[in-house]
């Protein structure tokens, strides 16, 4: 069973990612990816975006994600690392439920009673020993976006992302993250997370 599993959250194009395969050329570690890659179903953007901003059964965003969730999980407790790098963590889709809820319109005692049915499971959020935020330092561009989407999508996506920022911002206030870094230069912030590692477990398994 992994022993130490470091959750990098935040909103979409963060560097996550990026920060999490340049300290996997750093580490001997296994990188437990984006939760929806572990289920075997085929779901292409436009029926992605359906689901999170559209479809009015919100049970099925509900569902997906704890499923696609517990498979992570699942495949992270079958892996022999010592050490799991992993993009997002449950807090982070709390507030990316949360986020897609209040874009579609849903008031606040609403989205509280729907993030109650999608409540994770507690080991899902045990299993992160460190959780790290990562804040943009920039404002979303919204001619960024993803291309795959109409205007008027990415409208929708724009307006979930600063949503999605907003509670954040509130998690972090909240302490629910170990450690929260702004996102200047990925060189920087790769050394600072490097830096977090050795500091909480030793020297650690260096490649």
């Given at each position: ?126 299993i992160e020993t460190i959780k ?58 790769t050394n600072k997370i490097g ?8 020297k650690y398994n260096i490649t």
């Open positions: 069973m992994i022993k130490k599993t470091i959750s990098f959250n935040g909103i979409d194009n963060c560097g996550k990612t990026t920060i999490i395969n340049r300290l996997s050329r750093c580490y001997e570690c296994f990188i437990a990816s984006d939760p929806f890659k572990y289920i075997n179903v085929n779901i292409s953007k436009q029926d992605m975006f359906s689901i999170w901003f559209e479809d009015k059964n919100i049970s099925k965003l509900c569902d997906l994600i704890k499923f696609s969730i517990e498979e992570r999980y699942n495949t992270i407790l079958k892996n022999n690392f010592d050490l799991c790098l992993m993009d997002k963590g449950c807090y982070n889709f709390v507030a990316r439920i949360a986020a897609a809820l209040k874009t579609r319109g849903y008031s606040d005692d609403m989205i509280e009673n729907l993030l109650i049915e999608c409540q994770l499971k507690k080991e899902y959020i045990d790290i935020l990562i804040v943009r330092n920039d404002i979303i561009d919204i001619n960024s976006l993803d291309n795959s989407f109409n205007i008027e999508q990415n409208k929708i996506y724009y307006k979930y992302l600063c949503e999605q920022n907003s509670i954040l911002m509130k998690q972090r206030n909240n302490n629910l993250y170990d450690f929260v870094l702004i996102n200047d230069k990925i060189e920087d912030i830096e977090i590692i050795d500091k909480k477990y030793g």
